[in-house]
């Protein structure tokens, strides 16, 4: 059965602050690893990592896979109350890519 | 472009109704799904479908039907309403594969009592 761990469950940081989130999976025939951003409606595509080493980026946002070690790392420098929102990761399998998803991060922003 | 639309919004259900949650696309996409998120679960997926005509099991199919007979429509059917099937439900869509960048549609809170 395919699995997606996520770590911490919960987080509460200050602004300005900087945060990691982990996620690690145990998935047969794995084809792509995906961070989602939901704040209370439905989820926003954040990245998508198909190759371990190679760090994608959007703004404060990073995120890097190691498909050796079966995790990866979502990175927001800078934290904003804007990011406070539940973070999910998933990962795609088989031909047809289907997703399970973890059980998500929620991250909590105080001013 | 709607982008993904969901109807209703909201739903309540007696315990052995049936009903249908709708779900439609306008970007062509080939692949669509539909999830269940309940608290401290994350996304499992109920359903899917590859293209017009096919369709194929999730994680928590039991109690769901589903039909694709157009690329842009995919309903899910509840059967027999539960309480446990009491969620928020988000149908998604994408053009390649679910690994590939998902579209969802903005969730129906549905409540069976």
């Known amino acids: 059965e395919d699995k997606v761990v996520q770590s911490p469950l919960s987080l509460v940081v200050h602004e300005g602050d900087t945060v990691t989130l982990n996620c690690s999976y145990e998935?047969?025939?794995?084809?792509?690893l995906l961070w989602y951003k939901q704040e209370k409606k439905a989820p926003t595509f954040l990245f998508m990592l198909?190759?371990?080493?190679i760090e994608k980026k959007s703004g404060r946002l990073s995120s890097i896979l190691d498909k050796k070690e079966l995790f990866s790392i979502l990175n927001i420098t800078a934290t904003q109350t804007g990011d406070s929102a539940v973070y999910l990761c998933?990962?795609?399998?088989?031909?047809?890519?289907?997703?399970?998803f973890g059980k998500g991060i929620t991250l909590s922003v105080r001013p | 472009n709607a982008g993904v639309t969901q109807t209703p919004k909201f739903q309540v259900l007696k315990t052995g109704q049936s009903m249908t949650l709708q779900c439609a696309q306008d970007?062509?996409?080939?692949?669509m799904s539909w999830y269940r998120q309940d608290p401290g679960m994350g996304l499992r997926l109920i359903h899917y479908?590859?293209?017009?005509?096919?369709?194929d099991q999730g994680e928590v199919p039991n109690g769901y039907n589903v039909s694709r007979s157009t690329t842009e429509d995919f309903p899910l059917r509840l059967l027999s309403a539960a309480p446990s099937q009491t969620s928020v439900y988000f149908c998604?869509?994408?053009?390649?594969?679910?690994?590939?960048?998902?579209?969802f549609g903005p969730g129906t809170r549905l409540t069976v009592t």
């Open positions: 998933a990962v795609s399998t088989g031909a047809n890519s289907k997703l399970t």
């Open positions: 998604a869509s994408s053009y390649q594969g679910q690994g590939d960048e998902q579209y």
């Open positions: 479908s590859v293209g017009a005509g096919i369709t």
């Open positions: 198909t190759s371990s080493g």
């Open positions: 998935v047969t025939n794995f084809r792509s």
């Open positions: 970007m062509n996409h080939e692949y």
